[in-house]
Every structure is written in structure tokens, then in C-alpha cells.
């Protein structure tokens, strides 16, 4: 079965930056479009950023926008999530997710999810 494991989670102050990564053990990585969502306590998942198989489409959560930036290296298998100017609302586990058709907010429309990784922001 397909695994997508996120990593690089951490605690960090508010105002700094973390680097998440995330892996699609699948030889066809890169006719899937990719998806960070996160999940605080207590909270539903929410839709961070996306990015399409070639990487022309990306779209941002307004509450991201302009802080981070989703990546893809189809070569490695991986999507990266560069956080900067972190926020103690950042505080959530974040997983990637993947799907067959186009870039997505929606949670129930990407197939395959991996373990998350969890970021704290202190203030």
C-alpha cells in the first residue's frame, strides 16, 4: 500500500521558520497532484496548500498565504512545505495527502493520506 510520511515537524518560536517534508512511496509520484492539511486539537482538518503534478497549479489557504510555499521534486518523490513567520495558530499535526485528478481543498477528494507530523509554535 502507498505511504506518504511527512516529516520535519518541531517546536519552534513564533516568527520562525520550519521545513516540512513529505515522501509518496509510488513509481508514478508525479501524476499526482499533492495537499498539506492540518489538524489542531479539538478542530477539523483544514486545507493548507496544493500543488498540481507539473507544479503550474498552486493554491494557498488565505491563512498561509504569503508565509509559505508548497514545492514538488518529482525526481524524489517528495513535496516540500517551507514555513516561515510561524504563528502560535500554526500549532497543528500536519499530514500531505495525494490524489489522481486536480489541485484540491477538499479533504475527501485526495485518496491517499500519510502519518503527520506534528508542529508547535510557542509564543
Known amino acids: 500500500q502507498m505511504q506518504a510520511d511527512a516529516s520535519g515537524g518541531g517546536v519552534m518560536q513564533a516568527g520562525g521558520s520550519l521545513n516540512l517534508s513529505c515522501v509518496l512511496s509510488?513509481?508514478?509520484?508525479?501524476?499526482?497532484?499533492m495537499g498539506w492539511f492540518r489538524q489542531a486539537p479539538g478542530k477539523e482538518r483544514e486545507f493548507v496548500c496544493a500543488?498540481?503534478?507539473?507544479?503550474?497549479?498552486?493554491t494557498y489557504a488565505d491563512s498561509v498565504k504569503g508565509r509559505w510555499t508548497i514545492s514538488r521534486d518529482n525526481a524524489k518523490n517528495t513535496v516540500y512545505l517551507q514555513m516561515k513567520r510561524l504563528k502560535p495558530e500554526d500549532t497543528a499535526v500536519y499530514s500531505c495527502?495525494?490524489?489522481?485528478?486536480?489541485?484540491?481543498?477538499?479533504?475527501?477528494?485526495?485518496?491517499?493520506w500519510g502519518q503527520g507530523t506534528q508542529v508547535t509554535v510557542s509564543s
Open positions: 495527502a495525494a490524489t489522481y485528478g486536480g489541485i484540491s481543498r477538499l479533504p475527501e477528494e485526495y485518496h491517499y
Open positions: 509510488t513509481r508514478i509520484f508525479s501524476s499526482y497532484s
Open positions: 500543488i498540481s503534478p507539473s507544479a503550474r497549479e498552486i
